[in-house]
């Protein structure tokens, strides 16, 4: 120990000797420098300590510890599902708009909208860059006009329940690395309405044929409908629409083929000659519906993306933007649900469209059932005395006798026309096409109905 610290005193000896010396009158002259240089130095520094004061002072904000204390695990689960509900539907709707503000920017001159210049219409498509094609002409003018003008524009509609549909969409199109725009096919389809029916039998968001949505596994008969289900009928569509994009490289003309069928739209290009590239190439050869279908996708496009500057409001959401899924893995009526928790029947139907007669048929495999979140812990803490009415609300359907009638009460609904109603306001309020009320109730012209007539209305559950 003795020798370690002799050794340290001769280092500490030999450093002190090794730094240079420093004349005394030159240390005085650089401390009288530094105290004539002291007070700038101070005013130098001032501004930035005004600065950092705020920026340090951010954090401390109460908000972003809200929901971290109102979330406390000491709290009821339900409570913490409504908090979570709030919080997740006000950051919906905030998006939703912001959405709107930070990305749409458009001129804000007082040209009334009936009246606007091609150039405008023109440049405003211009401005969605995007892999889809979206060209301006006097066809895609008359769907612009159509979608964006008048008293019953279908934009509000669609804009209230796109803000429930297009965020399962968006992931989905973006999960397969497919153009965002393609989230507009099921507004021309449907509506986005998932119960809607053409004539022909397509159904669903995305109108899928039994056959078309067989083939791509979705489960179809007497009590599911996968095509009704929003989530799995999406990511069929969006298979099948990536396999057209493969066939023809053009999104137009898959867009077309998804409408007409891929053979249609090839006997197209063939007529039209070899060179055709894209679906305005061989529009005078397309059947006639779809020469519309790209027009509608190009016009409610416009129409999602500048629907303010037409005076075009967003309505409120008509579906809980908020919601989980459980898996069920017994056969379950949706009235077990709605009795024992608060969870409306209604609102079961609108969140499980897929269910036809209101039955989750899990007898071999579980089935998801959508819930509004504020309900889902609900359900988890009341699962056993839900499942223990199972004989109470199934024992009508075990019979299939019961099941047939309990099918054609549940086909059809009744409406009695009012005074002022048009077809298609009865239409649009029952979310059914104009089209498909004439053929139910038999009638020749839209323009011939009377008050107090009573129409049937094929029941969308």
């Given at each position: 120990?003795?020798?370690?610290?002799?050794?340290?005193?001769?280092?500490?000896?030999?450093?002190?000797?090794?730094?240079?010396?420093?004349?005394?009158?030159?240390?005085?002259?650089?401390?009288?420098?530094?105290?004539?240089?002291?007070?700038?130095?101070?005013?130098?520094?001032?501004?930035?300590?005004?600065?950092?004061?705020?920026?340090?002072?951010?954090?401390?904000?109460?908000?972003?510890?809200?929901?971290?204390?109102?979330?406390?695990?000491?709290?009821?689960?339900?409570?913490?599902?409504?908090?979570?509900?709030?919080?997740?539907?006000?950051?919906?709707?905030?998006?939703?708009?912001?959405?709107?503000?930070?990305?749409?920017?458009?001129?804000?001159?007082?040209?009334?909208?009936?009246?606007?210049?091609?150039?405008?219409?023109?440049?405003?498509?211009?401005?969605?860059?995007?892999?889809?094609?979206?060209?301006?002409?006097?066809?895609?003018?008359?769907?612009i006009v159509r979608y964006t003008e008048g008293a019953y524009s279908p934009i509000g509609?669609?804009?209230?329940?796109?803000?429930?549909?297009?965020?399962?969409?968006?992931?989905?199109?973006?999960?397969?690395?497919?153009?965002?725009?393609?989230?507009?096919?099921?507004?021309?389809?449907?509506?986005?309405?998932?119960?809607?029916?053409?004539?022909?039998?397509?159904?669903?968001?995305?109108?899928?044929?039994?056959?078309?949505?067989?083939?791509?596994?979705?489960?179809?008969?007497?009590?599911?409908?996968?095509?009704?289900?929003?989530?799995?009928?999406?990511?069929?569509?969006?298979?099948?629409?990536?396999?057209?994009?493969?066939?023809?490289?053009?999104?137009?003309?898959?867009?077309?083929?998804?409408?007409?069928?891929?053979?249609?739209?090839?006997?197209?290009?063939?007529?039209?000659?070899?060179?055709?590239?894209?679906?305005?190439?061989?529009?005078?050869?397309?059947?006639?519906?779809?020469?519309?279908?790209?027009?509608?996708?190009?016009?409610?496009?416009?129409?999602?993306?500048?629907?303010?500057?037409?005076?075009?409001?967003?309505?409120?959401?008509?579906?809980?933007?908020?919601?989980?899924?459980?898996?069920?893995?017994?056969?379950?009526?949706?009235?077990?649900?709605?009795?024992?928790?608060?969870?409306?029947?209604?609102?079961?139907?609108?969140?499980?469209?897929?269910?036809?007669?209101?039955?989750?048929?899990?007898?071999?495999?579980?089935?998801?059932?959508?819930?509004?979140?504020?309900?889902?812990?609900?359900?988890?803490?009341?699962?056993?005395?839900?499942?223990?009415?199972?004989?109470?609300?199934?024992?009508?359907?075990?019979?299939?006798?019961?099941?047939?009638?309990?099918?054609?009460?549940?086909?059809?609904?009744?409406?009695?026309?009012?005074?002022?109603?048009?077809?298609?306001?009865?239409?649009?309020?029952?979310?059914?096409?104009?089209?498909?009320?004439?053929?139910?109730?038999?009638?020749?012209?839209?323009?011939?109905?009377?008050?107090?007539?009573?129409?049937?209305?094929?029941?969308?559950?």
């Open positions: 120990m003795k020798n370690i610290h002799n050794i340290s005193i001769c280092a500490a000896a030999l450093l002190l000797a090794c730094m240079p010396l420093v004349p005394a009158d030159a240390a005085s002259k650089k401390k009288k420098r530094n105290r004539r240089n002291a007070p700038t130095e101070q005013v130098e520094q001032q501004p930035v300590e005004v600065e950092v004061c705020p920026e340090q002072e951010a954090p401390a904000e109460p908000a972003p510890r809200v929901y971290a204390d109102t979330l406390a695990l000491n709290r009821p689960a339900s409570e913490r599902d409504v908090i979570i509900a709030e919080w997740y539907e006000r950051n919906i709707a905030e998006s939703y708009s912001d959405y709107f503000d930070r990305f749409i920017s458009v001129d804000t001159s007082d040209i009334p909208s009936a009246s606007l210049p091609d150039s405008v219409y023109e440049r405003r498509l211009r401005e969605l860059v995007s892999p889809v094609q979206l060209p301006y002409n006097p066809i895609v003018k008359n769907y509609r669609i804009l209230s329940l796109a803000q429930y549909y297009f965020p399962m969409i968006e992931d989905e199109l973006i999960r397969q690395e497919m153009p965002i725009e393609l989230r507009m096919l099921p507004v021309i389809e449907s509506a986005l309405s998932p119960t809607a029916v053409s004539r022909v039998g397509a159904t669903g968001l995305w109108q899928f044929m039994p056959s078309t949505g067989k083939s791509y596994g979705l489960e179809i008969n007497s009590l599911i409908d996968e095509r009704r289900d929003p989530a799995t009928s999406t990511r069929a569509a969006c298979r099948f629409l990536s396999e057209l994009y493969d066939m023809f490289g053009d999104w137009t003309l898959a867009i077309a083929a998804y409408n007409c069928g891929p053979g249609n739209v090839n006997k197209a290009i063939a007529r039209a000659g070899s060179n055709c590239r894209t679906f305005w190439d061989i529009y005078d050869f397309l059947p006639r519906e779809t020469r519309g279908y790209v027009p509608a996708f190009i016009a409610a496009t416009y129409a999602y993306h500048y629907h303010r500057y037409h005076n075009i409001d967003i309505q409120p959401a008509p579906l809980p933007l908020a919601t989980d899924t459980v898996r069920v893995s017994r056969i379950m009526h949706f009235e077990q649900v709605s009795s024992t928790i608060d969870c409306p029947l209604e609102t079961l139907r609108a969140l499980n469209p897929q269910y036809r007669l209101d039955i989750i048929p899990a007898s071999q495999r579980p089935y998801p059932l959508t819930l509004p979140q504020s309900c889902v812990a609900q359900y988890i803490a009341n699962e056993t005395e839900i499942m223990a009415k199972d004989s109470t609300y199934l024992k009508e359907y075990i019979n299939p006798a019961n099941l047939d009638k309990k099918r054609r009460e549940s086909s059809a609904t009744t409406y009695r026309v009012k005074r002022g109603d048009t077809l298609g306001a009865i239409a649009r309020k029952h979310g059914v096409s104009v089209s498909s009320l004439m053929r139910w109730n038999k009638l020749r012209s839209a323009d011939r109905i009377r008050e107090g007539q009573i129409l049937r209305i094929e029941r969308t559950r």
